[in-house]
T-cell receptor, first 112, second 113 residues
Framework: DVKVTQSSRYLVKRTGEKVFLECVQDMDHENMFWYRQDPGLGLRLIYFSYDVKMKEKGDIPEGYSVSREKKERFSLILESASTNQTSMYLC???????????FGPGTRLTVL | QQQVKQSPQSLIVQKGGISIINCAYENTAFDYFPWYQQFPGKGPALLIAIRPDVSEKKEGRFTISFNKSAKQFSLHIMDSQPGDSATYFCAATPNFGNEKLTFGTGTRLTIIP
């Protein structure tokens, strides 16, 4: 089975802090994605990566950056956390263009 | 701009009944329509998907109905069970899944005994 793991299930940070959310997949997938999930808004794509060191902006990239130095790891970075970034963050991976996306369990981030 | 509209936001169905969730899209380039199921504390998982060359796809108790001319697709859950209680997301993407998914806003389904 594909396994996508996220470094933390729950995270509490203060406004202005730099926040790192880590995602690791164990199936040698090419593509990786970061979403945020908010009630009534569904899943919104923040950034995605088709390959190592490649990144593409999604629908809501403002306030976020990403890093993919190794194929299995995709990091989401909040340079200066703000309260409106309080959300559930979901990472996903996909084998190739035609495969389904597999999601991790999510990180619930609270910014105080 | 919301490109995939999903309804209802929440749904309560009695055990054994039929659950129906609807989605409508605007982008005529969309040609791959998956449904994801999410249980509390878990990430979404692919449930079933359809391409526009067929009008219906069935997998067990789950069926997708697709109406290309109306730009609508729906998920039907037959003989709904308490274990089906979850949040369901429809999604769409162009180029046969080659690009990013656009998700609906989700439907929280509760099956009552």
């Amino acid at each position: 089975d594909v396994k996508v793991t996220q470094s933390s299930r729950y995270l509490v940070k203060r406004t202005g802090e730099k926040v790192f959310l880590e995602c690791v997949q164990d199936m040698d997938h090419e593509n990786m994605f970061w979403y945020r999930q908010d009630p009534g808004l569904g899943l919104r794509l923040i950034y995605f990566s088709y390959d190592v060191k490649m990144k593409e902006k999604g629908d809501i990239p403002e306030g976020y950056s990403v890093s993919r130095e190794k194929k299995e790891r995709f990091s989401l970075i909040l340079e200066s956390a703000s309260t409106n970034q309080t959300s559930m963050y979901l990472c996903a991976s996909r084998a190739d263009y035609y495969g389904p996306q597999f999601f991790g369990p999510g990180t619930r981030l609270t910014v105080l | 701009q919301q490109q995939v509209k999903q309804s209802p936001q929440s749904l309560i169905v009695q055990k054994g009944g039929i659950s129906i969730i609807n989605c409508a899209y605007e982008n005529t380039a969309f040609d791959y329509f998956p449904w994801y199921q999410q249980f509390p504390g878990k990430g979404p998982a692919l449930l079933i998907a359809i391409r526009p060359d067929v009008s219906e796809k069935k997998e067990g108790r789950f069926t997708i109905s697709f109406n290309k001319s109306a730009k609508q697709f729906s998920l039907h859950i037959m003989d709904s069970q308490p274990g089906d209680s979850a949040t369901y997301f429809c999604a769409a993407t162009p180029n046969f899944g080659n690009e990013k998914l656009t998700f609906g806003t989700g439907t929280r389904l509760t099956i009552i005994p």
